[in-house]
């Protein structure tokens, strides 16, 4: 995270990890989700809280989620099933259901089959947001495996010099496994910044980047400024110049892997949901895992240990501070913007829960 969007430290108020599941867990059984599926959503969006991705965290995606259960978008107790497979590979219908629940489902199905086969894939069509990909992709890492997640979001971005939208944020996460390194961990979505940004500028008053959106003409912001109250999103790179065609490129590519893979179409004809794709590489179909994960090790130290530019005090990779972060938090609690905490008041002041989040 940049450090606009971090929580000034004079207002935020932290909360305890083990209470923050709780609570989250309480509201998802609210929702009429059946328990084990309510505990493991708490635990993939919580993950994001942990990790420092507060665009993916409680304070942007639960208030969401509700909404979506409340209007009947979200299906609490789906029956998830495999339509077309074969040996590796498979294509599964969410049913509707939340995205926290169906994305470690397929990407276990994804393992598993990896297992046997080297490497396994799964698509998931119909379905709902699932979350911070890096949780997805992540799963795999315990299994000696390279995990890879992606998702189709929000049709927001448009192409290269184009003024309609043409594909979604549509995130891809790829987690590699070390062994005393912190696993290289990389998430990031194919716009310019995640879409959640623009609304965390929003809610703090800050201004967005050069290349982050454009006006609602179409025409690329190139200047920091404040968020119109139209826009669109870039893709990465923002400008032709500064390389937006790889980014759309990219982002083109997420809604053939996940929707005309997933047989739901993709970018303006896409129908029936978000579709995701998830793949997991074992690692000892290829080579020796443990010698793999050493490599990785001197790897991500020699990243480490690259001199920095002037004015910097270090270089990093993609994990390395989600992981400090993580350790942050689990530590000293995970902290929010009092308007977060006033949304928790009032969301479990309705759904008469136990308040937990803060002493006073």
């Not at 490129?249 to 995701?276: D, F, K, Q």
């Amino acid at each position: 995270m940049l450090e606009r969007f971090h929580v000034p430290h004079d207002v935020a108020v932290h909360v305890d990890v083990d209470d923050l599941h709780a609570t989250v867990t309480d509201i998802f059984l609210k929702m009429g989700m059946p328990a084990d599926d309510a505990d493991k959503a708490a635990e993939v969006l919580v993950y994001a809280d942990i990790r420092g991705i507060e665009t993916h965290g409680v304070s942007n995606m639960l208030r969401r989620y509700v909404e979506s259960f409340g209007e009947g978008g979200m299906n609490p107790t789906p029956n998830p099933k495999i339509i077309r497979e074969m040996p590796a590979a498979a294509t599964l219908d969410s049913d509707g259901g939340h995205g926290l629940v169906i994305g470690p489902l397929a990407m276990n199905m994804a393992i598993e089959r990896a297992k046997i086969y080297g490497i396994g894939t799964i698509t998931a069509n119909n379905g709902r947001h699932f979350g911070a990909a890096a949780y997805h992709a992540a799963m795999a890492l315990e299994h000696g495996m390279i995990g890879v997640s992606m998702t189709t979001g929000g049709m927001q971005v448009l192409p290269v010099d184009g003024a309609k939208p043409m594909f979604g944020l549509n995130p891809i996460a790829v987690a590699v496994p070390t062994n005393n390194e912190a696993p290289f961990i990389f998430d990031a979505s194919m716009s310019s910044v995640a879409g959640n940004k623009i609304a965390l500028a929003k809610r703090l008053g800050v201004d967005v980047a050069a290349g982050w959106i454009s006006g609602a003409d179409g025409v690329p912001i190139l200047e920091e400024s404040p968020v119109p109250d139209e826009f669109f999103m870039l893709p990465t790179g923002g400008s032709r110049e500064n390389g937006a065609h790889k980014g759309a490129s990219m982002g083109m590519w997420v809604e053939i892997m996940c929707g005309l893979l997933g047989a739901t179409g993709a970018g303006p004809n896409r129908e029936g949901g978000a579709s995701h794709h998830f793949i997991a590489y074992n690692v000892e179909a290829f080579t020796d895992l443990e010698s793999f994960k050493n490599d990785m090790d001197i790897y991500m130290n020699e990243i480490k240990s690259t001199p920095p530019i002037p004015g910097k005090d270090r270089v990093v990779y993609a994990g390395l501070p989600e992981h400090e972060e993580e350790i942050e938090r689990r530590k000293n609690g995970i902290p929010f913007h009092p308007e977060v905490i006033d949304w928790f008041r009032g969301i479990t002041g309705e759904l008469d829960l136990e308040w937990r989040l803060t002493n006073d």
